[in-house]
């Protein structure tokens, strides 16, 4: 295994430490940031979607917590930027600049505001958006900004991720576009969409994941105190299985894809073509970086998963093994066994022991 790898297995999370042992992993400081976000504030926008947004991508660009713009990078526009944005509170936030080149950003963010100061918004704002999504720059709508998204086209044909509190709006504006509520994101054909909230995070922290690695989005996760929540995927998965550290942006991929499918089947196969490679280059990759399979690295991550359910979750071993694709409970048991010394029933105990 070589030196820049760093799994941390379940219970190391109480480690003080953390942080530390993950910025630990960086062994090179990238000459741009690796994520870079323009952010457009809609009049009456709510502070918590605007922090949960920055703080995350603050937290994951920079070594300790000295805030600098290392490996993410954000900017506040406005075709005024010397004025002001209120927020819903109250609160006004001063852009950093006007609107540059959207070739800069990778993702260009929208959060809405207020539905009735949804028409207050200066109309180049609006053409900004369009000129970002004609150059193919990925467009995101946190809170109302999928209304504002909707208001523009740009998710025809698409399907919206929305506050429940606003899903009857939503319907009623837009009865000709599909909206869905009760998760943290939608992504659909380079749109994405997000109910806001603490939603937020776990959409920050899974472009933080594509972009600058599991590692950096774990960071963020533990230095806002995201408590466990079984519905995130961003974030619980995070936490279930650790995170690894690898240069190679190919590998890179292929455990953001293996960490995205944990309840789903994964062929080696199928791995490797998402990543453009033959199943035998895969291999040796793998083999070259974990010391192990494609396929013994998805059975580890799915057990270490596994481990998390049981300790943070109220699903029963049975439950756990088959949601997990294991072939039947008694496999499972074994193999959980033969991993952590110990069986999936006494994991649990020890949980209710400490509890």
Request: charged letters at 20%.
């Amino acid at each position: 295994m070589k030196k820049d790898l760093r799994i941390f297995q379940p219970g190391e999370w109480a480690d003080g430490d953390i942080i530390t042992a993950i910025d630990a992993n960086q062994t090179e400081t990238p000459r741009r940031p690796q994520l870079n976000v323009g952010i457009l504030l809609w009049p009456e926008f709510p502070l918590l979607a605007l922090a949960g947004l920055t703080d995350a991508l603050r937290h994951a660009a920079d070594m300790g917590d000295d805030s600098q713009k290392i490996r993410c990078s954000w900017r506040l526009m406005s075709a005024t930027p010397d004025r002001p944005v209120l927020s819903s509170s109250g609160m006004a936030m001063m852009p950093d600049s006007a609107f540059v080149a959207p070739e800069q950003f990778d993702y260009v963010v929208v959060i809405g505001g207020l539905l009735r100061s949804m028409a207050k918004a200066d109309r180049a704002a609006r053409r900004y958006l369009h000129l970002a999504h004609q150059l193919n720059i990925p467009l995101v709508g946190i809170c109302t900004g999928s209304f504002v998204l909707a208001q523009e086209g740009f998710l025809n044909g698409l399907t919206a991720a929305i506050h429940p509190w606003h899903l009857n709006d939503f319907k009623t504006q837009y009865p000709q576009l599909t909206a869905r509520s009760g998760v943290d994101f939608h992504e659909e054909k380079g749109i994405l969409t997000c109910p806001g909230g603490i939603s937020t995070i776990g959409l920050a922290t899974e472009l933080i994941r594509r972009h600058c690695g599991p590692d950096r989005a774990t960071k963020a996760i533990f230095q806002m105190s995201v408590p466990s929540r079984i519905d995130s995927t961003a974030v619980a998965v995070s936490r279930a299985i650790g995170f690894t550290h690898v240069s190679d942006s190919r590998l890179r991929k292929a455990v953001f894809l293996i960490e995205q499918g944990l309840v789903k089947p994964i062929s080696t196969r199928w791995l490797a073509a998402e990543v453009n490679l033959s199943p035998r280059q895969l291999t040796r990759l793998f083999n070259a970086e974990f010391a192990q399979s494609p396929g013994e690295f998805i059975r580890r991550a799915r057990l270490r998963y596994a481990h998390w359910l049981l300790m943070n979750s109220g699903e029963s071993v049975t439950e756990i093994a088959l949601r997990l694709g294991f072939s039947d409970c008694a496999h499972f048991i074994r193999l959980f066994s033969r991993e952590f010394g110990c069986t999936p029933g006494d994991c649990r105990s020890t949980r209710h022991q400490n509890a």
